[in-house]
Nanobody
């Protein structure tokens, strides 16, 4: 059974940094596209960043470009989201997701992904 799990969330002041991690069990992440999403209270889940199967292509939503970086370490079976210059509007539950599409490209769409973590809370205080 494939499972993904996020870690690294917490409370940080505006301007601070956090690094989220997403680890997989039951299968290797290598060769599969991954995505990070977030959902704030009362809002729909939105794409934050995505990375293709080998890390060669990444995508970011406009609001995080230049501040967030998605990366993957296949040897550690982990995907990361480095978040710098955090803003209060970044406050949300952050989810990672794995698409069961070997050698697949990255995607913003929630329906593209097959396995989701339980989420980790990120709170940015002003």
């Amino acid at each position: 059974q494939v499972q993904v799990a996020e870690s690294g969330g917490g409370l940080v002041q505006a301007g601070g940094s956090l690094r989220l991690s997403c680890a997989a069990s039951g299968r290797t992440l290598a060769g599969y596209p991954m995505g990070w999403f977030r959902q704030a209270p009362g809002k729909e889940r939105e794409s934050v960043a995505a990375i293709n199967w080998n890390g060669g292509t990444t995508y970011y939503t406009d609001s995080v470009k230049g501040r967030f970086t998605i990366s993957r370490d296949n040897a550690k079976n982990t995907v990361y989201l480095q978040m710098n210059s955090l803003k209060p509007e970044d406050t949300a539950v952050y989810y990672c997701a794995l698409a069961d599409k070997y050698f697949g490209q990255a995607s913003y769409s929630t329906t593209f992904y097959d396995y989701w973590g339980q989420g980790t809370q990120v709170t940015v205080s002003s």
